[in-house]
């Protein structure tokens, strides 16, 4: 077999103009492709993904009839103790207005959402992201955060195009967020792990921290709104230099069933 | 009408891994229907044929991913390379069990390879933007021997459906298609 024969001499001018667009595009200069082809694909990934939910949708429901009865227990003791929470919080909401007066505050201002279709996830399962249908035509830009229904927040958009933006979940390993325990104020930051496991790091040693204890954003940086929901606390541990506590984090949101998904647009 | 043809299976089979499989398979579970399809043309067009079509299919996969631009198509094309070396194959393309056995190897280690490339593009990308998280590949994961595994069965689905329609579709008779075929 010859080195130099026609197959080989093909396959390293492909390698080699490969390897030039991989260095181009490390410098970010692949983005307009990137987006054009979006673009283009934008129509056919939103019908296909609206498709495939409902059929997915479909066979889930058929999986679940057995399941129902245990669930629909669940949820309506899931459903009182919401009341008694409603109620208490409306309490505190009233308390707050009244607070809020006494101290001259203006009303919080409410988020300004943008809701948009996935159309496309990660294929890969190394980096932990979907694809959106809103970009810089709905003036979506870099950093806002991206939540689902109830304040839960998924991830954050790391790359607009025209008509589609990137949204890095909050699983994925690049991923850093300024984070709280809410119930003692420990703060933290919560990271991404392989697969869909989320880490909540650098708690100080002074802080208490226990199981079941809710995790919210702590608005450090003021690039996220404090107060978004991320998970609760599971198992904790210690860091391997002993300097700080670290928990693993049960996300509240579904990241394998991502459909529509809020921007948050101004806070 | 060929070009047509395999423009339309390229882009359905990229559409559907990166827009409908992640409603069906959980995170880490997703077959690779893109390299299902690249094994398929090697395998049945030779890699001087198919190259452009891996690149084709490369483009878009990254396109929709968070990979650097033209890290899938040359992965695509390495694996292509690779299995068009691999003479023995074509040559028991008409024992069936065994080519199936080959095919299904063949596959977990283009999968591999695959997955090898992607991840060293992730910490080159890393190291390159100065960027200190660490990106972990567990190769020996429930999630991972699934994704293989659904992999394979895609292989085989695609390949036969592959083998069915070109004789029709792309008004070219595949090599040796007279004979017995898998």
Not at chain 1, 141 to 166: C, E, F, H, Q
Not at chain 1, 170 to 190: C, H, L, M, Y
Not at chain 2, 1 to 9: C, E, P, Q, T, Y
Not at chain 2, 69 to 79: K, N, Q, R
Request: with cysteine; aromatic share 14%.
């Amino acid at each position: 077999m010859k080195f130099f024969s026609r197959k080989n001499i093909k396959f390293l001018l492909i390698v080699f103009f490969l390897l030039i667009l991989i260095f181009v595009g490390l410098r970010g200069a692949d983005s307009p492709f990137k987006g054009f082809v979006l673009s283009a694909s934008s129509p056919f990934l939103k019908t296909f993904r609206i498709f495939s939910g409902a059929t997915a949708d479909f066979f889930n429901f058929l999986r679940s009839i057995g399941e129902l009865k245990d669930e629909n227990e669940k949820l309506i003791q899931k459903n009182q103790e919401l009341l008694a929470e409603n109620t208490r919080l409306k309490d505190t909401e009233k308390e707050n207005e009244v607070l809020r007066k006494e101290f001259g505050l203006a009303p919080k201002n409410k988020f300004d959402f943008e809701a948009s279709f996935v159309i496309a996830q990660d294929p890969q399962g190394l980096g932990n992201y979907i694809i959106i249908d809103k970009g810089k035509d709905k003036d979506i830009r870099t950093g806002m955060s991206a939540v689902v229904s109830g304040g839960i927040l998924i991830g954050r958009v790391t790359d607009v195009y025209p008509n589609t933006a990137k949204v890095t979940l909050i699983t994925d390993p690049a991923s850093a967020i300024n984070a709280e325990v809410q119930d003692s104020s420990s703060k933290g930051i919560v990271n991404g792990e392989y697969g869909l496991g989320v880490k909540m790091n650098m708690i100080s040693q002074a802080q208490e921290i226990k199981e079941g204890d809710s995790v919210v954003t702590s608005g450090l940086g003021g690039e996220i709104p404090r107060g978004l929901v991320i998970g609760k606390i599971g198992r904790i541990s210690q860091s391997k230099d002993k300097l700080f506590q670290e928990a693993s984090v049960l996300p509240e949101a579904d990241f394998s069933d991502l459909r529509i998904v809020f921007i948050v647009k101004k806070f | 009408m060929k070009n047509i043809v395999l423009i339309i299976f390229c882009t359905i089979a990229v559409f559907f891994q990166l827009s409908i499989e992640g409603s069906f398979f959980s995170s880490g579970r997703i077959p690779d229907l893109a390299l299902a399809l690249a094994i398929t043309l090697v395998l049945t067009m030779g890699f001087e044929k198919s190259a452009g079509w891996l690149v084709f299919m490369g483009f878009l996969i990254d396109a929709g991913s968070g990979t650097i631009f033209g890290t899938a198509a040359l992965a695509y094309v390495f694996i292509g390379w690779s299995i068009s070396h691999l003479s023995a194959v074509a040559d028991i393309r008409f024992r069936k069990i065994l080519f199936a056995v080959s095919l299904g190897t063949i596959t977990v280690f283009s999968e591999i390879v695959k997955d090898l490339l992607f991840w060293a593009s992730f910490r080159f990308k890393n190291y390159y933007l100065h960027q200190s998280f660490a990106i972990h590949m567990n190769f020996f994961s429930l999630d991972y021997f699934f994704k293989i595994l659904y992999t394979v069965l895609v292989v085989y689905l695609i390949y036969y459906v592959f083998r069915r329609s070109s004789r029709r579709l792309l008004q070219e008779p595949v090599r040796l298609a007279k004979r017995r075929r898998f």
